[in-house]
């Protein structure tokens, strides 16, 4: 008995400490401080602000004119074709003139015979005014004689009339070029029966040229007719001088943009279609003082953006929103949320969390300038 009680005494130390170590085993970890990211950081300051809005355009004719027949018909060819240059007077397409051709033969005919009734009403005139001297006739006879050769004399003048007309519309059947300038469309073919009026092509006439682009609606209002526009080529060459000739009073129903047409000189001005550049001045900023961030500094949040800003004392960030009004270049233009000296983080936005610690990054090696100087670091600049 006294040797089973000394062995559970001598097991009560192994329990005890077996005890504790499972107790240790179950508590928790110290919980893991989060680490020290280093960030890339920017001073906020004012800077010039370096692009101007420009607006695809296209180079049109100041003037540019459907061409069709006066008369109905059948056209039988088009000598015209797209992009040829025309001059005045020159046959652009024939209707088939067989039926004016008949049309006037019919008034030839009329004509001939409505003269050969004036003309012996005239001679019956005459010979009664000879009767009525010699008092043979009297004096209404020779009234009534009067009026046929009026009647006879209206007729002729009518029938005057109709061959005329019918001539015109036999001439109407080829198509002439008004004024020298570019088939800019063809809208008509041969074989085709139009009716009067119909186009058959469009014509830009030689002379002035303007360069049209749209502008949405919240900019329509801040260009002005005479304000300057610069113009310059999609495929390079030297920009050109413009000014503003008319703004669109009313809104494209499709695209809700205003059309601008500015006036461009046509002795320098790019071919007919051409693409180009405008500017106007009107909407320029160049040189204005404004906050610019790289786009990479901003990130979502909620509807808004926001950027971390660097909390000096703590060495921690916080979110800051911010609005952007627009871009630069490769940079966004902040409207409100900064001021000057903040020092905002441009790279790793998105690996943050806020309170966390961070330190500024430096950059591994320090450039020499010329001459041996140091330069400082590019991380330390952006600073």
Request: glycine share 8%.
């Amino acid at each position: 008995m006294a040797v089973s009680i000394v062995s559970v005494a001598h097991s009560l130390p192994v329990a005890a400490v077996l005890v504790a170590a499972a107790l240790a085993g179950c508590s928790k970890p110290p919980a893991a401080e989060d680490p020290v990211r280093a960030v890339k950081v920017q001073t906020v300051g004012a800077s010039a602000y370096g692009t101007a809005p420009e607006f695809s355009a296209e180079v049109r004719a100041r003037i540019e004119t459907p061409m069709g027949f006066r008369v109905a018909g059948k056209i039988l060819r088009r000598q015209a074709e797209l992009g040829q240059r025309v001059q005045a007077g020159q046959v652009l397409a024939q209707l088939d003139p067989q039926d004016y051709r008949l049309a006037a033969d019919a008034a030839r005919a009329q004509q001939a015979s409505a003269q050969t009734n004036r003309d012996l009403a005239a001679a019956d005139l005459k010979r009664y005014r000879e009767l009525r001297a010699q008092n043979f006739i009297s004096g209404a006879e020779l009234e009534r004689r009067e009026t046929t050769y009026k009647s006879a004399q209206a007729q002729f003048e009518q029938a005057q009339a109709q061959l005329a007309s019918q001539g015109n519309q036999a001439s109407y059947a080829t198509l002439v070029a008004d004024t020298a300038g570019v088939v800019t469309a063809i809208e008509a073919q041969p074989g085709q029966v139009v009716s009067a009026g119909t186009p058959v092509l469009r014509i830009a006439q030689d002379g002035a040229r303007d360069a049209v682009f749209a502008v949405p609606e919240d900019r329509a209002a801040q260009i002005k007719p005479g304000s300057d526009v610069a113009v310059r080529g999609w495929a390079g060459g030297p920009e050109l001088p413009g000014k503003v000739r008319e703004v669109g009073a009313s809104a494209d129903p499709v695209t809700r943009t205003y059309t601008v047409k500015v006036a461009i000189d046509a002795a320098t001005a790019p071919p007919l279609g051409a693409t180009v550049y405008a500017r106007p001045q009107a909407l320029s900023h160049v040189g204005a003082p404004v906050i610019k961030l790289p786009t990479s500094a901003l990130r979502q949040e909620g509807n808004g953006s926001a950027v971390w800003l660097v909390d000096k004392a703590s060495m921690t960030v916080r979110s800051q929103p911010v609005q952007v009004a627009t871009a630069d270049g490769n940079e966004a233009v902040i409207a409100q949320g900064l001021e000057p000296g903040m020092q905002v983080v441009v790279a790793g936005v998105h690996v943050l969390a806020p309170g966390q610690k961070v330190s500024i990054y430096q950059g591994k090696s320090t450039p020499v300038a010329a001459g041996g100087t140091v330069a400082a670091p590019a991380s330390a600049a952006s600073r």
